[in-house]
């Protein structure tokens, strides 16, 4: 035993489904297959019955355990459902336990069968079908592990070559979970901050210039023997008031906003739907609406107290004194600028980021197309021939629907798995396997590429005389590797994707080429045509190699019994899905038409979580800026309030309107600079964070700091001009006479 760091060791399948029915519907659901030490690992027992046991794996008797949902939605919470038989795959299978409503808060998986280390197709190392789940020993760190699994990994690759350039990663549990949601709650937590931090800033201003108001007050009571703690609390207790008003009506407004939060964000936060107002939030929400009260409220409190009597009672009616309150207000307005700077550049990365996104080319036409999957019972489709049997009808059928324009098969449905195969060039073959590239390979039906629009740039699309000889071997059956050989394998067509071939045949055609793919056996096949890049994971991930195989050729048998339906029509797509349920019934009563959809809805899902936290951003940066808008202006209009007599003066003695204005614009104006200053600082070091989180866009993008910063300097002018208009307006004689 190689591993000297984990206390225990557990495996499970990935991209595993499976196929329940008898006594309802068919229905497709996730269900991986485990090691028999799956549940004992993760330290979860069973609510009913019994988890799996070693000699479940050796596939005698086909067993099976049930999720929490999956007992209740099917079975009616029955516990004597444990010892009865269901059907699984086709196949009778005997219900052995139920796990408890717990692991739906990490797992997706509806069921679990246990995994058949004894088939064939199992023992294949390049298949890399399974993923390790493990629990250190006391006291051993994770870098330790770490170094352990990359010896392992070594030991592994040497002695088996097919190995090479792979590794073991340990990721802890937590962040596989969470992945990277995590990030996304950081930066809405941030930007939530500076929100909070901005409006107490307005908030601070007016109860200073407030407090400046009511200076000669203070000092009159403090003359008369009021004393200093009680002036504080009586500030303070204004101050509560207004947080505690502001605060409770932020959570009436949080409660109706909950469920449409849980919708919106359901999409990039783990257990979103979860979210709900309950306790502990509504205590913090208490605690940081009287935290911000008394912090926002204290300064003018103290300030007022500190005062000097004798001189507060002098300059009734004089504004010396008032410098100071306005210097402090100043600087609020340009810590508001700045932080608002940072959210708005925040926002316009991310903005910009969605925009390219938006705009990649996926490679073919989602509009008005249709897809679900269908899963044959591998029992009943035991050949090739039997699945295209099985295809040919279903299309045939399909096609007479009215409003149809195409319908074809694949096994690579774009946005929602992927299957890839390594393969060379004939008369390029490389030393080890492990030097072989990689490809995605789909395998497809006729009219494939016309029904999903992926054009084909060269040569020809797969069509009906792309046939290969019956095979008489199980689809799930593999043939003994050593007696294979490339050169006796029938030769077949294939079409590869634009970028594969650009890169295999920088100089020449082609077209006519033969790459030999290993497949199920290794499958030599000739370039018949050379199709458009497909985007088949995603606008935001580069499109990878792709091999297309006629599902009539040998090289079918790699993509099983598991195909994509799609199908594109001339109206509405979910009109024709009765009608191709009812279809599929009447050939397969027992095979589900499970994960229909519209490929435009997958191509939108697939941006999701980038829309979901750009939108959000974006929203808080522009509550930033108003509110940072609304601090500017109201310095400045009680900045010309104060001077309206020195206005009045000045233009007495001849100063020009317009000298007014440019007065009160200039200082405005030098606090939204020297905020875009410190503002454009701090973004340099934040914005840091959206590594990984952009698309095509670097996180000092000079157009989104440039667009931002003038953009934040004109809501800076447009603040700045009504004050300053004010100004302009006033009249020297009614100005002089008021005081």
Same mark, same amino acid.
């Given at each position: ?21 008898g ?19 993760l ?60 692991l ?17 197709w ?78 107490c800033?307005?908030?601070a ?30 500030? +303070? #207790?204004?101050?509560? *008031?207004? %947080? $505690?008003? =502001?605060? @409770?009506? &932020?959570?009436? +407004? #949080?409660?109706?906003? *909950?469920? %449409? $939060?849980? =919708?919106? @964000?359901? &999409? ?6 979860? *979210? ?35 001189a ?7 504004s ?19 932080l ?76 929602t ?67 294979a050989d ?58 990878p ?34 009608g ?92 939204v ?39 934040l ?21 009614l ?5």
């Amino acid at each position: 035993m190689r591993n000297q760091v984990f206390e225990s060791l557990a495996a499970r399948s990935v991209y595993s489904t499976a196929v329940i029915s008898g006594g309802t519907d068919p229905e497709r659901v996730d269900g991986p297959s485990v090691s028999a030490n799956f549940f004992s690992v993760l330290g979860v027992a069973p609510l009913v019955g019994r988890t799996f046991l070693p000699s479940d794996e050796d596939g005698q008797h086909r067993v099976v355990i049930l999720s929490y949902s999956l007992w209740q939605r099917r079975f009616g919470n029955d516990p004597r459902v444990v010892g009865t038989t269901t059907t699984i795959d086709g196949e009778p299978t005997t219900i052995v336990g139920v796990m408890p409503a717990i692991l739906a808060k990490t797992f997706s998986d509806q069921l679990w069968l246990p995994f058949p280390f004894h088939a064939a197709w199992n023992k294949v190392r390049r298949f890399h079908k399974l993923r390790a789940i493990g629990r250190l020993r006391n006291g051993v760190p994770l870098e330790r592990a770490q170094a352990q699994m990359n010896l392992i990994a070594k030991q592994l690759a040497a002695a088996y070559p097919e190995d090479g350039g792979w590794g073991l990663r340990l990721v802890p549990y937590h962040e596989v979970v969470v992945g990277g949601a995590s990030r996304v709650l950081v930066l809405l937590f941030a930007a939530v901050a500076f929100v909070l931090v901005i409006a107490c800033g307005n908030v601070a201003s007016l109860l200073l210039a407030r407090a400046s108001t009511r200076d000669p007050e203070i000092a009159v009571r403090t003359a008369l023997g009021a004393s200093q703690i009680r002036i504080v609390r009586q500030l +303070l #207790t204004e101050s509560l *008031v207004l %947080g $505690v008003a =502001g605060g @409770a009506a &932020g959570l009436v +407004l #949080t409660a109706f906003m *909950v469920r %449409g $939060v849980r =919708g919106f @964000a359901s &999409g990039i936060l783990p257990r979103a739907t979860e *979210v709900r107002l309950d306790g502990q939030a509504i205590l913090f929400a208490i605690g940081i609406t009287l935290a911000t009260a008394v912090s926002f409220g204290l300064a003018p409190a103290v300030r007022a107290v500190r005062q000097d009597v004798a001189a507060s009672i002098r300059a009734l009616g004089q504004s010396a004194h008032r410098r100071r309150i306005l210097r402090g207000r100043d600087a609020l307005v340009v810590g508001q600028v700045s932080l608002s700077l940072v959210l708005l550049i925040g926002a316009g990365l991310l903005l910009r980021s969605m925009w390219l996104l938006q705009r990649v080319d996926i490679g073919f036409d989602p509009s008005r197309l249709l897809t679900a999957q269908v899963e044959l019972p591998v029992d009943q489709y035991r050949s090739r021939a039997d699945v295209e049997r099985f295809w040919t009808t279903f299309l045939e059928r399909v096609h007479g629907l009215p409003g149809i324009q195409g319908a074809a098969g694949t096994s690579l449905l774009p946005l929602t798995g992927h299957g890839d195969a390594p393969y060379y060039v004939e008369g390029r073959r490389p030393r080890t396997e492990a030097e072989q590239p990689v490809a995605e390979v789909s395998v497809v039906t006729d009219d494939f590429f016309s029904a999903t629009g992926i054009p084909v740039l060269a040569g020809r699309a797969l069509n009906a005389t792309d046939r290969s000889p019956v095979e008489s071997r199980p689809t799930g059956q593999l043939p003994d590797s050593a007696a294979a050989d490339p050169g006796a394998s029938p030769v077949g067509a294939v079409v590869i994707s634009r970028q594969m071939a650009s890169r295999l045949f920088p100089h020449e055609r082609a077209v006519g080429k033969r790459p030999v793919a290993s497949l199920r056996t290794p499958f030599v096949a000739e370039i018949v045509g050379v199709a458009g890049d497909v985007h088949a994971f995603g606008q935001d991930v580069a499109a990878p190699d792709i091999m297309y195989f006629a599902q009539g050729q040998s090289a079918a048998s790699f993509a099983g019994n598991n195909m994509s339906l799609v199908v594109r029509t001339r109206g509405d797509p979910t009109s024709l899905v009765p009608g191709i349920r009812e279809i599929l019934r009447e050939i397969e009563p027992n095979v589900p038409l499970a994960s229909v959809a519209m490929m435009g809805d997958l191509v939108r899902d697939s941006i999701a979580d980038s829309y979901v936290r750009t939108r959000l951003l974006a929203s808080f940066a522009l509550i930033a800026l108003l509110l940072a808008v609304i601090g500017l202006y109201s310095v400045l209009a009680y900045t010309v309030t104060q001077r309206t007599r020195e206005i009045g003066l000045r233009m007495a003695l001849g100063a020009r309107r317009v000298d007014i204005l440019r007065s009160v614009i200039e200082r405005g104006m030098l606090l939204v600079g020297l905020g875009v200053l410190l503002g454009l600082i701090v973004a340099f070091s934040v914005t840091r964070l959206f590594a990984g989180m952009l698309f095509q866009v670097g996180t000092t993008d000079p157009l989104v700091f440039i667009g931002v910063t003038v953009c934040l300097l004109f809501a800076g002018l447009a603040a700045c001009w009504v004050p300053a208009r004010r100004a302009m307006a006033i009249s020297p004689a009614l100005a002089l006479k008021d005081r």
